[in-house]
């Protein structure tokens, strides 16, 4: 009899260990994953990246489906964001699908997932975020228009307007410094054209810079020069200069 039951409580051992091996890792356990952002849905694999705005929910689905023979196994899943530091910034000691969540902050993230298949730690998921929190302004021309604008004659410098005329000697020390500000977070590009009001001729300056170099004229004339701003792709009101060379 006593037999019997050490055989007993052996063979209740092994049925035990048997069936605790047959919850395992698996393959292929995780389902297709589906990211919902902004009205717009798509599938989505390991190692994806999002690039979304701060305050700003989204939805992460999906699943894990453990390996297993006879009895029904079900996978317990962790998770953990960190920052582009590395350090663990929300921890789920249970995580569950769907992840509803919303970046406060802007930076990059990483999102990792852990499913866990009879005590076992089976290998992760990671999805990555860029997320931003500025909106990009529209650039658009400045309705104050042209201001700040410096003439340099013999390296004397003098505020000018626009439509202003400027007399100079062949040759002599001549710069320009000013500039055009945008509306937005962009920079105006200028570009220029010199035209000899006596022959017509006309030259094309592209990327302008009024930066204070001096620029002396070689040949006596009397010249317009018109400066072209541009904001993103609009183009603003120009400034026109007069210049008299003996």
């Not at 995780?30 to 690039?51: C, E, I, L, W």
């Not at 663990?88 to 249970?94: D, S």
């Not at 730690?121 to 990671?126: F, L």
């Amino acid at each position: 009899m006593k037999k019997l039951i050490i055989s007993l409580i052996l063979f209740a051992s092994t049925s035990y260990i048997a069936n605790a091996q047959n919850c395992d890792c698996n393959p292929n356990g995780f389902n297709p994953f589906v990211f919902s952002y902004a009205k717009t849905s798509q599938t989505v694999r390991d190692g994806h990246q999002f690039s979304v705005k701060c305050k700003t929910p989204f939805t992460l689905n999906g699943g894990y489906k453990c390996n297993y023979s006879t009895q029904i196994c079900e996978v317990k899943l962790r998770a953990t964001l960190k920052n582009d530091a590395g350090v663990i910034i929300k921890n789920y000691a249970n995580f569950t699908f769907p992840l509803e969540h919303e970046f406060e902050n802007g930076g990059n993230y990483v999102l990792e997932i852990f499913p866990i298949c009879g005590g076992k730690k089976c290998p992760s998921v990671k999805f990555y975020f860029g997320v931003s929190c500025e909106d990009v302004a529209d650039c658009k021309c400045n309705k104050a228009g042209w201001d700040q604008i410096y003439a340099s004659v013999d390296n004397i410098s003098k505020q000018i307007a626009c439509n202003a005329t400027i007399d100079l000697k062949v040759g002599q020390p001549f710069a320009l410094k000013g500039g055009y500000k945008c509306e937005g977070n962009c920079n105006a590009v200028l570009n220029a054209k010199l035209i000899n009001l006596g022959t017509g001729r006309v030259q094309n300056f592209p990327n302008f810079k009024m930066d204070g170099v001096n620029s002396p004229f070689p040949t006596a004339g009397k010249y317009k020069l018109v400066i072209n701003p541009l904001c993103g792709d609009k183009k603003c009101p120009p400034c026109t200069l007069f210049i008299n060379v003996q």
